[in-house]
């Protein structure tokens, strides 16, 4: 027996106290998110799921288990809000067809080769000029953000996990799935170029923004954003045979 199934449900009124003073809680995170978002991706929304999330906290929150309810209910809010990214998916199917398409360029690029493609390389490939090719890069770190152990941050619409309560009770064989591709987008990051692996700690590990990331490089955001849509095309390349065929 767990520690959960000896805890007693809270009076509605602790419940609603709980609630109350952590809103704040809420609007922080929200605000964290949307700052690496699209502008298309209203606020507004995250809030709303997050306090969603907020709510599940106060009714599970087990004190027992060591951690403080703020900790907590923190996780829950961001799982709640990163399941309505993932529902929600804001970045059009136009976007996606270049992505994977792009991927496939760097991928035969990178076989013939046997180093990391060049952009000049893949835009000429796909008879695409500079600028159009830097654009679907930006395109590509669009909307992701979630965590490296997360095989949606690589995904694409229709595919990626389960939601954050669904993921929790996933069998043997889709436990091995998750560790077998962890280990192979660990393999893969390592293997980036320099910057780009740069970037990915950054943005994904200390959780930087792409103004805070140019900052740090001394470039522009717009061209953090490339880098970062780069490494993400370069990882799907490398890593296609965790993707479905798509039939577009």
Known sequence: MNGYAMFVTKDPSEQHQL??????LVKRIAYHLVSRLPPNVQVEDLIQAGMIGLLEASRNYNPQQ?????????????????DEIRRSDWTPRSVHRKVRMVAE?????ENDMGRDARDHEVAEMLEMDINEYHQILQDAAGCRVFSFEDPGFLGEEGTGPESTTESKTQGPVEALQSE???????????????????????????????????EVLGVSESRVCQIHGQALIRLRARMSEYFPKSTD
Not at 19 to 24: L, S
Not at 66 to 79: C, L
Not at 185 to 191: E, F, H, M, Q, T
């Open 19 to 24: 609630v109350e003073k952590h809103v704040g």
């Open 66 to 82: 060591g951690a403080s309810f703020e900790t907590y209910a923190g996780i829950r809010i961001r799982g709640s809000m990163l």
């Open 105 to 109: 360029a760097v991928r035969k690029i």
């Open 180 to 214: 077998d591709f962890q280990r192979g987008l660990s393999d893969s990051i390592s293997g980036l170029p320099e910057r780009e692996r740069l970037v990915m700690s950054l943005y994904y590990d200390e959780e930087l923004n792409l103004r805070e990331i140019g």
